[in-house]
C-alpha cells in the first residue's frame, strides 16, 4: 500500500509544480517594424523573482536574418538582472516571418519589452469598507 500512497501524493503534486512553471506576464511591447513575429515565445518567470514577488521590465534588442531568426540579442534596459535570462532566453526561440526572395532588406534592428507583473495577492484584493 505504501506504493499506492506514494503514487498519489506524485499525481497530485505534478500538476501543482507544473502550474508553477506558468508565465505570470502583463505585456509583450515591440518596437514598430515591417517583420511580422511567426512565433513569440513568453519568458518564464524567475521562481524565487515570484516567491519575492518581484516585479520589472526588460527590453531585449536584436537583429532579425532573412529566415526570420533572432540574432545579437541583448538586453538595451533592465529594472532587474533576474529577469534578463529569461527574456533573452525568449527572444532567442521567437522567429519572425521569413523575407521573400524578392524582398530586400536591409539590416534592422528590433526591440522587444517584457513587462513581468505578478497579480495582486489575496490581501491586496480585500476592499477596506467590506470589513466594517
Not at 540579442?73 to 526572395?101: D, Q
Amino acid at each position: 500500500m505504501n506504493a499506492w500512497k506514494v503514487l498519489a501524493i506524485l499525481i497530485i503534486a505534478v500538476p501543482l509544480v507544473a502550474a508553477e512553471d506558468v508565465p505570470i506576464l502583463a505585456k509583450v511591447i515591440d518596437s514598430s517594424s515591417d517583420r511580422i513575429p511567426q512565433l513569440t515565445v513568453a519568458p518564464i518567470y524567475p521562481r524565487k523573482s515570484r516567491r519575492d514577488r518581484i516585479e520589472g521590465e526588460v527590453q531585449v534588442c536584436f537583429d532579425i536574418d532573412r529566415t526570420g531568426r533572432t540574432h545579437r540579442i541583448s538586453v538595451r534596459n533592465s529594472t532587474n538582472r533576474a529577469f534578463e535570462k529569461p527574456s533573452i532566453n525568449a527572444v532567442r526561440e521567437s522567429t519572425f516571418k521569413p523575407a521573400g526572395a524578392e524582398e530586400t532588406l536591409q539590416a534592422m534592428k528590433f526591440c522587444r519589452t517584457f513587462i513581468f507583473a505578478l497579480r495582486p495577492s489575496e490581501a491586496e484584493d480585500v476592499n477596506p469598507s467590506s470589513l466594517q
